[in-house]
Structure formats: C-alpha cells, structure tokens
C-alpha cells in the first residue's frame, strides 16, 4: 500500500487481521550551531538540517481518530515539532499491545532518527502529508 499521507497510515492499521499500534516520535528540524555557511543558506532555503527528538507518543489504530485529533494532543506538550515519524506494531494472537510494550520500540526509533537510519519509518509534516528524506 502506497502511504502518501497520514490517513493513509490510519486505514491501513485499521484493516490489518492483528490489532495494531502505532508508534510517534515527534522531531524538530534544526541547523547545528557548529554548521558552515553553506549549511546555513540551505537550511534557510528550506533544506537540510538534523532531527533531534522530542518526545514520543503510541497510541492503538482505534484510539486515534485522524491526523488533526494527533495533531490537537501532541501540541499541547509539544508545540514546536516539525516531523513525526511514524511505525506501527503488530499485536501478539490477536491482542493489541500495551504502551508498556512499545517502550523499547520507541526507544530504537529515537535512536534511528538519531543516526539517521530512518529508512523503515514514515515521517510526516504538519499537515500530514508523508514526506521523503534525502541525504
């Protein structure tokens, strides 16, 4: 399935056979304070810069109604976020996982998104719509 935006990523958890969960790290894009000034003039063109994490969120497919209703809940902790990244979890013989159990997973995906290796993760912009990372 082609997940071109966010409630893309909600349907498609909704049909799988096994509950799902799904999993959010919310990052800001920055520029770091060590850049080069040609780091600087693309970064203020709108490119480059690196992900750092700000906070984490699961939630299962059913908990959540749409993109603005994720959008609404992780303002109010944590307004600044430019990218969310997404991944979704299956649960274990037909019984949905806990937040408990997406801890670890969270974990790695902060560390994907740490190092850069976020190819399996989906990241979305303010307005949901799925976005591509380049080098």
């Not at 304070?33 to 969120?57: I, M, N, V, Y």
């Amino acid at each position: 399935m082609n997940i071109s935006c966010f409630d893309d990523l909600l349907a498609a958890a909704r049909q799988q056979s096994v509950p799902q969960r799904l999993l959010f790290v919310f990052t800001a894009v920055e520029l770091p304070e060590d850049c080069t000034p040609a780091q600087r003039k693309a970064f203020d063109a709108g490119a480059g810069g690196a992900l750092t994490p700000l906070a984490c969120l699961d939630k299962s497919a059913d908990e959540l109604d749409s993109f603005e209703a994720l959008c609404a809940e992780s303002r109010l902790y944590i307004p600044a976020w430019t990218l969310v990244f997404a991944a979704a979890l299956s649960g274990k013989t037909g019984q949905p996982l806990s937040s408990e159990d997406a801890e670890a997973p969270l974990n790695k995906m902060v560390d994907m998104i740490k190092t850069g290796a976020v190819g399996p993760l989906i990241p979305f912009d303010t307005s949901g719509h799925a976005v591509v990372l380049t080098a």
